[in-house]
């Protein structure tokens, strides 16, 4: 699962919120080159629309032996060669009007600074790039072009007949500029067919009905160890009208891209640092040339199991937050090593596992008596790809399977270079003088808001999803729809109660009994408030962790009422935040986390509906409109992403490998049009 860096967003940018081996650039020689001139690090990199890109450093690369540092370029590159898969994921158009527009931009002989139809063109082609598609990465609603169909129209008209795209043209000009047509990637409106309602490429030909019939046919109600049905598969009907898996493997659906990455774990192989992680890499392999979800978990229990190596990565096929069923992985990679200072704090929660397992709020049934191989640690990210790029998370625990962390347990990362790149890259916004009710919550917050923001990510992924057990029988499916946004909301509210529990001060986590207070005052904040930036004028809140956030800050508001915990405070026309009472307010997160574990635990559909439906979706249009005005003033962009470092193999005079160098000075666009031509998976 992901921990969303809208979790930093307070004090980093707003409280909403590989790299390709430079070893054979051989682009277009006017937008980059192979050896960039040296540059001065700087944390922004561009910024378009309602997006800023980011630079990260990876800091400890260059202690790595040199069998590490292998081992990590070769990682990367398996990373990258998954990209087309998520953009094919996401809408079957995505790939033919990627290349229809980047040739466009790569043609085009117009002034570029002074043409307005063209610059609208670029920031369209960005966000495209940005988001994995045509559809926003967030809010999954369909971008609206700022150019005409005719400059489009007349740009294509330049160029040769024989473009990969030209038997497409009319359709692709159609999906782009008509709104009705695929108008959202993954929609969660209630009471309408998620599927037939929905942009992405997951399914074709099948209704919801149809697809939650499919899977729910599958499955054995004794099943003690189920596989995770649809993780790899597009769900489609045969020419027979009969429902059938296309399922991605070697030799199958996304066989193409797969086999470069599978070219590129081989290669990894050879570097690994120890027999587990060496045999964890190959079970990997074998479930990509078999599809077998089987010897997936397989791969998942030693990937699992092995704390011992520094250098780590995930590979494939993950969170389903992009299936409106919850079903199908988003197929994503991250690169990391171990940031063993900063691990510390991790190590010292897991070891008390059980304690905070055994001191949880929830009935008793519903904890794991016993807790086994929890691992957490901090780490620092080499190379973000797939669904992780170029909008990342800043916290994973995986496995997600539930049988599996029972019974061999997971881990839980904080990627703490990426936290630093967005606290660094966000100083003096004015955040807080906007927002924040007064000097002392201020002050509060530039203390304390760092440490809590991580401890929450901590606790969330290290302890959060991790706790708590399903009863015997109970599908792990059962929430449909709502189960990411309800999971989510889950592990936060484990992370807020914990925070506020003085055991945090006593194991010396944090310095003050205090210092949880900035973290619940930025959360409610950001729940009821400010992650309304990202939403548009008459919008509902649909994206699961933005959701999961509205729910608790809602639901604690309404209870809370009685005793005044949470008030509203109007100021010269502005609404604030005011926390009246820190301790009722973790017994109320306390409560919340009790119920929320129960419809888990039970599967209790109706009452997980309930809730998301009462405190998660609708919004007030005039706090809506408060908070679009007062952001207005700031210019701070709502969302923010990455740009990746390069690696590049430095051989000394007989073709060997001396060294693995890394640079920073890879721009956004150079980055996007060199992983077109490089990496292009599923080939145009």
């Not at 082609?125 to 598609?133: C, I, P, S, T």
């Not at 129209?153 to 782009?176: C, N, Y």
């Not at 704390?307 to 690169?335: C, H, K, R």
């Amino acid at each position: 699962m992901w921990n969303n860096p809208i979790s930093l967003y307070m004090k980093l940018t707003s409280i909403i919120a590989g790299a390709a081996l430079a070893v054979s650039v051989t682009a277009t020689a006017e937008v980059f080159s192979a050896d960039p001139p040296k540059q001065e690090f700087s944390y922004v990199n561009d910024r378009f629309a309602d997006i800023e890109v980011l630079r990260y450093k990876v800091p400890g690369f260059e202690d790595l032996s040199l069998r590490q540092k292998q081992l990590v370029y070769y990682l990367t590159e398996a990373a990258i060669w998954g990209r087309d898969i998520l953009w094919d994921q996401n809408c079957k158009y995505n790939l033919p009007i990627r290349y229809m527009l980047e040739d466009v931009y790569a043609n085009y002989s117009g002034d570029r600074k002074l043409d307005p139809q063209y610059k609208e063109f670029e920031t369209y082609l960005k966000q495209v790039w940005f988001a994995n598609g045509i559809h926003h990465h967030y809010s999954t609603d369909k971008f609206v072009p700022g150019f005409s169909r005719e400059f489009l129209q007349s740009e294509l008209a330049k160029l040769p007949a024989d473009a990969v795209w030209r038997p497409m043209e009319a359709e692709l000009l159609e999906v782009i500029f008509n709104p009705d047509v695929y108008a959202k990637r993954v929609n969660q409106a209630e009471g309408q067919d998620l599927i037939l309602t929905s942009a992405n490429n997951m399914y074709e030909g099948v209704t919801q009905k149809e697809g939650e019939d499919f899977y729910a046919a599958m499955k054995k109600a004794d099943d003690a160890t189920p596989v995770s049905y649809g993780l790899n598969a597009r769900v489609v009907k045969d020419k027979d009208g009969k429902i059938v898996e296309q399922v991605y493997r070697l030799g199958g659906h996304y066989g193409e891209a797969i086999a470069h990455i599978v070219e590129n774990l081989e290669k990894a192989m050879e570097f690994a640092e120890n027999d587990a992680q060496r045999k964890t890499i190959a079970k990997l392999i074998d479930y990509y040339r078999t599809g077998d979800l089987r010897t997936f978990d397989d791969y998942s229990i030693q990937w699992v199991e092995d704390t011992a190596s520094q250098v780590d990565f995930i590979n494939g096929f993950i969170e389903s937050y992009g299936d409106p069923l919850g079903m199908t992985g988003s197929w994503e990679s991250i690169v990391n090593f171990k940031n063993i200072p900063a691990s510390h704090r991790t190590e010292v929660l897991s070891a008390d596992a059980q304690w905070f397992e055994n001191n949880s709020p929830v009935d008793p049934r519903f904890r794991k008596e016993e807790v086994k191989g929890v691992s957490a640690k901090v780490i620092t990210a080499a190379i973000l790809a797939g669904d992780a790029y170029p909008s990342t998370p800043i916290g994973i625990n995986l496995p997600n399977a539930n049988w599996i962390r029972a019974a061999h347990g997971s881990k839980s990362v904080t990627i703490e270079n990426i936290t630093q790149a967005y606290d660094e890259a966000s100083q003096g916004n004015g955040f807080n003088e906007e927002f924040v009710i007064d000097d002392a919550t201020c002050k509060l917050l530039d203390k304390y808001l760092f440490v809590t923001d991580n401890l929450h990510t901590d606790l969330h992924e290290c302890l959060g999803h991790g706790s708590g057990r399903l009863l015997p029988g109970v599908d792990p499916d059962a929430l449909k729809a709502h189960g990411s946004t309800l999971e989510e909301a889950r592990a936060d509210l484990f992370a807020l109660y914990y925070l506020g529990d003085p055991k945090l001060v006593e194991i010396g986590l944090l310095d003050s009994p205090d210092a949880y207070k900035a973290q619940y005052y930025k959360y409610i904040l950001n729940g009821m408030m400010t992650q309304l930036m990202r939403i548009e004028p008459g919008k509902d809140v649909e994206e699961a962790h933005m959701r999961n956030r509205k729910l608790i800050a809602e639901w604690t508001y309404e209870k809370g009422r009685p005793d005044n915990v949470i008030e509203l405070v109007k100021r010269d026309g502005k609404t604030f935040i005011k926390i009246n009472d820190y301790e009722k307010l973790r017994q109320l997160f306390g409560q919340l986390l009790g119920e929320v574990q129960r419809i888990k635990s039970e599967g209790d559909y109706d009452a997980g509906a309930a809730l998301v439906e009462t405190y998660a979706v609708k919004v007030d249009p005039a706090v809506h409109k408060e908070v679009l005005d007062r952001y207005a003033h700031l210019n701070i962009a709502p969302y923010r992403g990455f740009v990746n470092p390069t690696y590049r193999q430095i051989f000394d005079g007989n073709g060997n490998v001396v060294d693995v160098e890394i640079e920073y000075n890879e721009d956004f666009i150079p980055q996007m049009l060199r992983y077109g031509k490089d990496y292009n998976g599923l080939k145009r």
